[in-house]
């Protein structure tokens, strides 16, 4: 293996070594070098080699691609860059190098002033005259803690992942996917699956009643909603241990992010279940990322589909590393995930000129387009409306969009780029620019200071990772 260049990669091997719960004697040994070397390595004082990677990847279990590449990584790098063009910080002028040398060298600190940004934003949303609480942990909600959790573990968890692809494989059925999911919970745990009148359950979209047994499903859901509500109480009663195990790991920082964290475990292996690992990746390979071929093949919907694509993560077996969005017609983001550190919005919305938002003057087709961050990468993405799986309201509208994307460098492998000259075709610059829409930044800074979160409040996109059951 031959290096282009040095890397210092001493914060993501401290950061390893503490997730595996070792001291640096320990983890030295492990990797057959001296504990005053691994000090060195740690501090940046010395390179990692190509030889320390390979040890790396015997000893723990490690990407070498991946963990190499996140030598300055550009993850913690944009957030920051994000917290510092907000206008009161933008005058002190720090500079990219600057911010990826802290996002290197001092993860907990650049965490630490994300946080701090982060309870200053949601002060700043409440209302005048709001009581004020005191905890400031609490200032972090639970939305933007498992946001973040499930962006660090690059949604992708392997126990799930093993679990469920051994459990989906052996509920294979060829003409039906729903009925094996109910034969397994009816043997062997006793459960009946009952579709009902949505009035019986207040609009809900389903509910578990452990006394009776029973799983009731909304009559308004479409079949393939029915098949992943069925898979995700399959999943809480499957996996309850792993999924314990997880939580206790994950280090919740209150109840109600355990709560949204629990909620969503369930809704990945749910997911993971209805189209297991290894067969949706050949399948996703063999038709080259077609969503309509996935859908038709594992009875799925597009959106669960879409959310399965950025999971596909396993080191011996990588898809393309898919990010997606899904929005309402008035741009607010339910779902967000990425494969890799796709620079998201964190205190914003998404940016206009992503065709993301057009996706609902033109419903049923497929937008294509480039699109290129601040820092210079570009993405291919593709955009369409889909159905919402319940309309408890019907004031509601009935439509939201999916926007799913890929490095510039994939899209070869996808058959929605044919015909796209990738290289010569402009790519359409898009933000986040700043922590608000590059729309508003000459009429943000020119408004008075008191007037500026009005004037931003009304182009607040909410946040949300959770993965509303069934997706």
Not at 255 to 275: D, K, Q, T, V, W
Not at 276 to 301: C, I, S, V
Not at 393 to 410: F, N, P, Q, S, T
Request: a neutral charge; charged letters at 25%.
């Amino acid at each position: 293996m031959m290096l282009p260049r040095k890397l210092f990669l001493g914060a993501r091997l401290a950061r390893l070594r503490r997730e595996r719960g070792l001291n640096q004697s320990q983890m030295a040994e492990q990797l057959g070098i001296s504990g005053s070397y691994l000090n060195h390595l740690e501090r940046n004082q010395r390179p990692v080699t190509a030889g320390i990677l390979v040890r790396l990847a015997e000893a723990f279990d490690v990407d070498v691609k991946a963990f190499a590449s996140e030598a300055g990584d550009s993850g913690g790098a944009t957030l920051l860059a994000e917290i510092f063009s907000d206008p009161m910080l933008a005058d002190l002028g720090v500079s990219r190098y600057e911010l990826v040398e802290l996002a290197d060298n001092a993860p907990s600190v650049a965490e630490g002033i994300a946080r701090l940004y982060t309870a200053v934003r949601e002060v700043q949303r409440r209302p005048e005259g709001e009581e004020r609480r005191t905890d400031p942990r609490s200032l972090i909600t639970p939305e933007t803690w498992v946001r973040d959790y499930i962006q660090a573990q690059r949604n992708h968890y392997p126990e799930l992942e093993e679990a469920s692809e051994t459990l989906g494989g052996a509920l294979n059925h060829p003409l039906s996917v729903s009925e094996p999911l109910r034969q397994r919970l009816k043997e062997a745990w006793g459960v009946e699956v009952r579709v009902v009148e949505p009035e019986i359950l207040e609009d809900a979209s389903q509910n578990y009643d452990p006394q009776r047994r029973l799983l009731m499903l909304s009559s308004l859901l479409r079949p393939e909603n029915r098949t992943f509500g069925i898979a995700y109480q399959l999943a809480l009663l499957e996996f309850a241990p792993i999924i314990a195990r997880m939580l206790e790991a994950a280090r919740s920082p209150d109840p109600g992010s355990r709560r949204l964290l629990h909620m969503s475990f369930a809704n990945y292996a749910a997911g993971a279940i209805i189209m297991p690992y290894g067969k949706f990746l050949r399948a996703a390979e063999e038709h080259r990322y077609n969503l309509d071929r996935l859908t038709a093949q594992f009875g799925a919907n597009v959106e669960q589909v879409s959310h399965r694509l950025t999971t596909l993560s396993r080191p011996s077996a990588k898809g393309v590393p898919f990010f997606m969005l899904r929005v309402d017609p008035a741009g607010n983001i339910s779902k967000r995930y990425a494969g890799e550190n796709f620079p998201f919005s964190h205190f914003g919305g998404t940016c206009p000129r992503w065709h993301l938002h057009t996706a609902f003057q033109t419903p049923g087709q497929t937008i294509r387009q480039l699109i290129e961050t601040p820092d210079g990468q570009r993405f291919f993405t593709i955009s369409r409306t889909i159905e919402r799986p319940i309309r408890p309201d019907l004031r509601d509208d009935a439509l939201l969009a999916i926007g799913l994307g890929c490095d510039v460098k994939y899209a070869p492998r996808i058959a929605y780029a044919d015909g796209l000259d990738l290289t010569n075709t402009p790519a359409t610059p898009v933000g986040p620019a700043c922590a608000i829409c590059p729309r508003l930044q000459c009429a943000y800074r020119a408004t008075p200071p008191a007037g500026r979160m009005l004037a931003v409040e009304e182009n607040r996109k909410s946040i949300s990772p959770y993965p509303f059951v069934p997706s």
